[in-house]
């Protein structure tokens, strides 16, 4: 088995993880399996601890098997689990907040840009109906078994709009240029639309494109080999950088 440990005060996402996997699993999608018949998640301190089944050797998922799987979890409604509305922004002004290497321009600019985004979120267009939503799945949230594709890292899973999951594979190919159009074509071709034509479009991956900064900056709080990627990814939403896709982006641990 494998130990998840949650970072302080997590409580009720732990909860939600190992929920959300037993609904799934009654319903037969594939998704990383919550130990059964024991107490999970349980709490140690400060913090929550969940057991799961360690899945066979894997590989990470190519664009087209995430396409897949998405097209299959985005039919799912989720009416009968209690579960929250999607929120892009969760954690974005706190990660703000604790970043020191911002100076004062910088920290006011990312926090008007998270309130510009705020706004433009509540006024997004019609688009797909509200479903499931993961919440990031990239390739390393979608791994391949010998007995298939799994979906992990439940953390983020809410009801929502299904293009919020869908930007997170698309802004690789539009804003960090690690997604080929040919990788990005075939997840298209697998789900069956093309979320970067949608008028909300740029909305959305402008919030993803600050998420995943705000990220990077949390990350280099420990791993200070990390912060001169965070702050090239704030260069590059800044302009300094000219037009996307803009290069030099890296994955963080």
Not at 26 to 52: C, E, H, K, M, Y
Not at 98 to 125: E, N, S
Request: overall charge negative; hydrophobic content about 40%; aromatic content about 8%.
């Amino acid at each position: 088995m494998v130990a998840r440990i949650t970072r302080p005060g997590m409580t009720s996402t732990a909860t939600k993880e190992v929920q959300v996997s037993r609904w799934l699993d009654t319903r037969g999608f594939p998704v990383v399996q919550a130990l059964p018949d024991v107490p999970n998640p349980v709490r140690i301190g400060d913090r929550d601890v969940s057991f799961w089944h360690e899945f066979t050797e894997h590989r990470p998922g190519t664009s087209a098997e995430i396409g897949a799987l998405l097209r299959r979890l985005h039919t799912i409604s989720a009416d009968d689990l209690d579960l929250p509305d999607t929120d892009p922004f969760v954690q974005v002004e706190e990660r703000i907040a604790t970043l020191d290497f911002l100076d004062a321009t910088d920290r006011t600019w990312m926090l008007d840009r998270a309130t510009q985004l705020r706004h433009a979120y509540a006024a997004l267009p019609p688009g797909l109906p509200r479903r499931l939503v993961h919440g990031d799945p990239w390739s390393g949230n979608v791994v391949i078994t010998c007995d298939g594709p799994l979906l992990i890292d439940l953390e983020r899973v809410s009801v929502g709009p299904p293009e919020y999951d869908l930007v997170v594979v698309a802004a690789a190919h539009t804003s960090y240029g690690t997604m080929s159009a040919r990788d990005y074509g075939l997840l298209v071709d697998a789900y069956g639309h093309d979320v970067t034509a949608w008028e909300g479009y740029p909305v959305l991956r402008d919030i993803r494109e600050l998420r995943v900064t705000t990220y990077a900056g949390q990350v280099a709080l420990d791993h200070p080999d990390v912060l001169p990627q965070a702050v090239h990814r704030l260069r590059c939403l800044q302009g300094h950088h000219g037009h996307r896709p803009w290069t030099g982006w890296r994955a963080v641990p």
